[in-house]
T-cell receptor
Framework: DVKVTQSSRYLVKRTGEKVFLECVQD?????MFWYRQDPGLGLRLIYF???????EKGDIPEGYSVSREKKERFSLILESASTNQTSMYLC????????????FGPGTRLLVL | GEDVEQSLFLSVREGDSSVINCTYT??????LYWYKQEPGAGLQLLTY?????DMKQDQRLTVLLNKKDKHLSLRIADTQTGDSAIYFC???????????FGAGTRLFVKA
C-alpha cells in the first residue's frame, strides 16, 4: 500500500512566521505535488516536482516555495505566513505515466493568526 | 479548476442511486478520475477511465464518459451512509504531470 504522510495534521502559526510543511512517500514515486484546498474552490496546485531537485510552479505559487532534496520528501515552505494562507494543504505523489494516479496524504490544516 | 465543473452538493436517500456529474472543457484529456474525500482525510482514488472508453463498472460504481459532450458521471448504486463524502472529478492535462480537479461534490446520504 502506498503511504503518503504529512508532518502535522493541524498547525497554528502567526503572521510573518516561516512555516515548513513536510511530506514523505514510501513508494519511490517520481512525482510529488502540493495543493491547497479551500471551500468551493476544490484543489489548487501550488507546486509540483517530477524529480529530485526539480520543481515546477503550479497555479498559485505566490507566497510559497518548495524543496525536494530527496526523492521521498517534498517540503512546502511559507516564507512569511499570511492570514490568506489559512487553508488545508494536501500533499500527493504519483508514479508517473501513463495514468498518473495520485496518492494523497491526510492533509495539514494550517491556521495563520 | 474552472475547466472542470461539478455541482457542489447532492443529497440522496439511503438505498437510492446517486449520480454525480462533471463537465470539462479540454477534449484532449487522456485520463479522467473520480476521487473520494472522507471527513478529515485526504483524497482517495475511486476509479478512473481512459478517454477511449465509454463506460467502466466496478461493483457499485459505474462511470460513464460522453466524450462528445465532455461529460463524465459517477453512479453509485444502493448508496449507503458510508458513501457520504466529497467526490472530486479530475482530468489529466495534455502532456501529463498536471491533474486538474473540480471543486468537489458533497454527497449527503439521508438514513
Amino acid at each position: 500500500d502506498v503511504k503518503v504522510t504529512q508532518s502535522s495534521r493541524y498547525l497554528v502559526k502567526r503572521t510573518g512566521e516561516k512555516v515548513f510543511l513536510e511530506c514523505v512517500q514510501d513508494m519511490d514515486h517520481e512525482n510529488m505535488f502540493w495543493y491547497r484546498q479551500d471551500p468551493g474552490l476544490g484543489l489548487r496546485l501550488i507546486y509540483f516536482s517530477y524529480d529530485v531537485k526539480m520543481k515546477e510552479k503550479g497555479d498559485i505559487p505566490e507566497g510559497y516555495s518548495v524543496s525536494r532534496e530527496k526523492k521521498e520528501r517534498f517540503s512546502l515552505i511559507l516564507e512569511s505566513a499570511s492570514t490568506n494562507q489559512t487553508s488545508m494543504y494536501l500533499c500527493a505523489s504519483s508514479p508517473g505515466a501513463p495514468e498518473e494516479t495520485q496518492y494523497f496524504g491526510p492533509g495539514t490544516r494550517l491556521l495563520v493568526l | 479548476g474552472e475547466d472542470v465543473e461539478q455541482s457542489l452538493f447532492l443529497s440522496v436517500r439511503e438505498g437510492d442511486s446517486s449520480v454525480i456529474n462533471c463537465t470539462y472543457t479540454d477534449s484532449s484529456s487522456t485520463y479522467l478520475y473520480w476521487y473520494k474525500q472522507e471527513p478529515g482525510a485526504g483524497l482517495q482514488l475511486l476509479t478512473y477511465i481512459f478517454s477511449n472508453m465509454d463506460m467502466k463498472q466496478d461493483q457499485r460504481l459505474t462511470v460513464l464518459l460522453n466524450k462528445k459532450d465532455k461529460h463524465l458521471s459517477l453512479r453509485i448504486a444502493d448508496t449507503q451512509t458510508g458513501d457520504s463524502a466529497i467526490y472530486f472529478c479530475a482530468r489529466l492535462n495534455t502532456g501529463g504531470f498536471k491533474t486538474i480537479f473540480g471543486a468537489g461534490t458533497r454527497l449527503f446520504v439521508k438514513a
